[in-house]
């Protein structure tokens, strides 16, 4: 069982930055990916990012790609969104997540989730 807490979300103007922590407790295992989503009510949660949880191998939604910037520091347990050039659409709750083996942008395929954090861009 894994456990995730996310900090960092706030407010901020468009064209600034902010950075999501995720930290995980219970057992990472070698072959885990995480990732991070994010919700806008009434619409479906969308896919953002991913990394290789041992290799640090990336992948990014065109939405948010050369913009964010997904990390692990794995002596820490802990995720990392850096989220740079911020737009009023990039408002949501922003969700971290792991799950076993391959990289799926589907967030109906992940296993464990964290409890949001509100990210609020204005313009």
């Known amino acids: 069982q894994v456990q995730l807490v996310e900090s960092g979300g706030g407010v901020v103007q468009a064209g600034g930055s902010l950075r999501l922590s995720c930290a995980a407790s219970g057992r990472i295992f070698s072959n885990y990916v995480v990732g991070w989503f994010r919700q806008v009510p009434g619409k479906e949660r969308e896919f953002g990012a991913v990394c290789l949880w041992t290799f640090g191998s990336t992948a990014y939604a065109d939405s948010v790609k050369c913009r964010f910037t997904i990390a692990r520091v794995v002596v820490k347990s802990t995720m990392y969104l850096s989220m740079n050039s911020l737009k009023p659409e990039d408002t949501a709750v922003y969700y971290c997540?792991?799950?076993?083996?391959?990289?799926?942008?589907?967030?109906?395929?992940?296993?464990?989730w964290g409890q949001g954090t509100q990210v609020t861009v204005s313009s």
């Open positions: 997540a792991i799950r076993n083996r391959a990289i799926v942008r589907d967030p109906s395929g992940w296993e464990y």
